[in-house]
């Protein structure tokens, strides 16, 4: 085991079990210098992009409604006839998604 800039660093084998030689692979200049250009092409946006800039969650939520339907049974004990004793109730929820700021 040997150490580089203060941190251990496996030595690697040269011959593998049964026999033979490793061969290793070496990375040309070349290659290294389209890798690098490869990845700043990948990570490097251009800043003349458009940004949307940050809205609060207390502007951007402010003034919207989330608006849920639905039903339900109800039962009552009225005689009106053989077959109603319950209603079908129908409903409407409103939810303000206003978030206070703090």
Do not use: C, W
């Not at 150490?3 to 030689?21: D, L, Q, W």
């Not at 005689?79 to 109603?84: A, E, R």
């Amino acid at each position: 085991m040997t150490f580089k800039n203060g941190y251990k660093v496996e030595n690697v084998p040269m011959h593998p079990i049964g026999g033979g030689t490793i061969h290793q692979s070496v990375i040309k200049e070349e290659e290294i210098e389209a890798l690098e250009q490869h990845v700043t092409d990948l990570t490097v946006k251009d800043k003349t992009e458009d940004i949307t800039p940050f809205v609060p969650a207390h502007l951007a939520y402010d003034k919207k409604v989330l608006k849920f339907s639905g039903y339900f049974k109800e039962n009552f004990s009225e005689n009106n006839g053989p077959t109603s004793n319950y209603r079908i109730r129908f409903v409407d929820i409103y939810y303000y998604m206003e978030v206070s700021a703090l």
